[in-house]
C-alpha cells in the first residue's frame, strides 16, 4: 500500500510541480556554471549503491571540499542554494528517485557509503527499507547544518553525535512502519517547514 501511495503523490508532485522544476532549473543556471541537476552515490535498500538526484545548491566540485555542509555560511553554497536548502527544495527531484523505486516518500534518509561503512550490525536494519525524502530524523534535525557550523569538527560531530542519534529514529519508523506512520510523517515534515 506504501509503494502505491509513493507512485501516486510523486507522480502527481512532478505533475503539478513542474512550473517550479523549471523556474528553479533555470535560477541555478543563471546564478553559476554548471548544470541545474546534482546526483550522488547513496546507499540504498539492502546496502545497493544508487543516485539521489538534487537541485544543485553548492558550486561545481564542492563535493571534493567534504561530504558535510557546516552551517548557514558556507562558502561553497550559492545563493539560490541557500533559499531552496531552507525550504527543501532541493530535495525536490528526489521525486524522481521515489517513481523509479529507489526511494521512498518516507524512510530513512540514505547515506553515502562513507558513513554507512560505520554502521554496527544492528544499524544496518535501517538498510532494511527503502530509504526515503523524509523520516522522524529530517524532522528533528531541520537544522542539521547550523548544529555542524558550530561543531569544533564537523565530520566527527556527525558520527559521533548526529549519526547514530539519526538512526535511532529510523528505527522508530521501521519498528512502527504502517499507512498511518507514512501520513503522519509527512504531515509532520510539511509543518516543520512552513513553521
Known sequence: MIRFFDILFSFLGILFLSPV?????IAIR????????????RVGRGGTDFYV????SM??????QGLITVGGRDPRITRIGYFIRKY????????????????????PRPEVRKYVELY?????????????I???ASIEYVDENTILGQAEDADKAYVEQILPDKICYNMKYIEHRSVK?????????????VH
Open 120 to 132: 554496527t550490525e544492528e544499524q544496518r536494519r535501517v538498510l532494511s527499507v527503502r530509504p526515503g
Open 21 to 25: 522544476f523549471l523556474f528553479l532549473y
Open 53 to 56: 538526484y538534487k537541485f544543485r
Open 134 to 136: 523524509t523520516d522522524y
Open 181 to 193: 506512520e507514512y501520513f503522519n510523517i509527512i504531515f509532520l515534515t510539511i509543518w516543520s517547514i
Open 59 to 64: 558550486r561545481i566540485g564542492a563535493d571534493k
Open 30 to 41: 543563471l546564478e553559476s556554471k554548471g548544470g541545474g541537476f546534482y546526483k550522488q552515490l
Open 88 to 107: 527543501k527544495l532541493d530535495e525536490l527531484p528526489q521525486l524522481f528517485n521515489v517513481l523509479k523505486g529507489d526511494m521512498s516518500l518516507v524512510g
